[in-house]
């Protein structure tokens, strides 16, 4: 009975096990954090882009149509279309002095001007 009371050595094995399994969960937790990290920020990047494209190409449609207006005196019309959300965020456009695309969480906000066709 002496002999298996001072043998540790099984002791030893779990605790390197325990160790090593906390070890590899700290390091997987970590990764798929920072993953989702990366992705998030990815998203807001590419929502932005999209978003100043929309309102560039919103712009240029207005602006042409005064042009259109202003040499032709005519009626003119220009279809946009325009994309359900922008990298999975939704969306809304304004328009005064220039044109506002923003998401509706508050992630992005993007503008462009809409040029005078005096």
């Known amino acids: 009975m002496r002999g298996i009371i001072r043998n540790k050595?099984?002791?030893?094995n779990v605790l390197g096990y325990l160790i090593s399994f906390t070890i590899a969960s700290i390091v997987m937790v970590s990764a798929v954090y920072s993953v989702g990290d990366i992705v998030n920020e990815k998203q807001s990047e590419?929502?932005?882009?999209?978003a100043l494209?929309?309102?560039n190409k919103i712009a240029d449609a207005i602006t042409e149509c005064g042009q259109m207006w202003?040499?032709?005196?005519?009626?003119?019309?220009?279809t946009i279309d325009l994309p359900l959300n922008l990298a999975g965020k939704k969306?809304?456009?304004?328009?005064?002095?220039?044109?506002?695309?923003?998401?509706?969480d508050g992630s992005?906000?993007?503008s462009c001007t809409i040029y005078n066709t005096d």
């Open 53 to 55: 494209n929309l309102a």
């Open 9 to 12: 050595k099984a002791v030893s």
């Open 108 to 110: 992005v906000n993007e």
């Open 46 to 50: 590419v929502a932005r882009i999209q």
């Open 91 to 104: 969306y809304f456009i304004e328009a005064s002095d220039a044109i506002y695309v923003k998401t509706t």
């Open 70 to 78: 202003e040499a032709t005196n005519v009626e003119y019309e220009k």
